[in-house]
């Protein structure tokens, strides 16, 4: 199975691009489109946010994750992540460093490998598609990388209060999990406190509160109503705890 995890949008070729790339190189293989719209241009909050839907998948499910703003350039490295019996290929950005920090066990490889053709804005499509379809097709990872030395900031094991996603509904994920905050506390966010609630039956229209999402993060919202759109709030915005 490979899952894809970026922030290409669902307009445009992109996805369809990776999708093709994939179905060509490796066409029984399942792939599944997590987020398209994880945090643009951000690595730090894509990071938090992937660590946090990774857990039910199975064992060596191949994760492709862009997010990658420094694509093209020679300051970050392409690079394989094997943590916990689970595969990720991507750019070296940090936006593995999460799921590095939190993993039992880690191993770091450095991609060698490149197509003829390498675009300098896709490696998406050019460059992480074929290792990932290469992982994906039991192929030893030793033909196409090579074992490098890295060791994410220990921070990165960490929740953080941060806005690190905003759905459709203009709910807001943060980084925040059961062990950074508890049902007692009270969130800060856009000038608004918002106490804790199971689920939004539990509050009237349009009161702001938060609850613990499906993934176990804590989440911003307000009962029929978009807390950003109201509150003006962006990702990367900070969360107050009282």
């Known amino acids: 199975m490979i899952v894809t995890f970026s922030d290409f949008g669902v307009k445009g070729p992109y996805i369809g691009e990776l999708e093709l790339k994939l179905s060509q190189l490796v066409p029984n ?42 694509v093209g350039t020679e300051e970050r490295k392409p690079v394989v992540l ?58 030893n990872v030793d033909t196409v990388c090579r074992p490098m030395e890295y060791t994410p900031d220990p921070k990165a094991a960490f929740c953080i209060s941060t806005i690190i996603y905003i759905d459709d509904f203009g709910n807001c994920m943060t980084g925040l999990t059961m062990q950074g905050v508890n049902k007692n506390n009270i969130l800060v966010a856009g000038g608004t406190a918002f106490v804790y609630a199971t689920t939004f039956g ?28 109201k509150l003006k709030i962006n990702i990367g915005d900070p969360i107050h705890i009282q």
């Open 82 to 139: 094997f943590a916990d019996d689970k595969w990720y290929v991507g750019p070296g950005n940090t936006l593995f460093d999460v799921v590095a920090a939190r993993a039992g066990s880690s191993h770091w490889f450095e991609i060698m490998w490149q197509p003829e053709v390498l675009s300098n804005s896709f490696h998406g499509r050019d460059l992480f598609a074929p290792i990932a379809a290469h992982i994906a097709a039991k192929c």
């Open 29 to 70: 293989e399942k792939v599944i489109h997590l987020f398209k719209d994880a945090p643009r241009y951000n690595p730090f909050a894509a990071a938090h946010l992937l660590a946090a839907y990774v857990q039910p998948f199975p064992k060596h499910t191949v994760f492709l994750g862009v997010v990658d703003p420094g």
């Open 202 to 229: 539990d509050v009237p229209q349009s009161d702001a509160f938060w609850y613990f999402n499906s993934s176990g993060l804590a989440e911003l919202a307000l009962n029929k109503a978009s807390v950003a759109e």
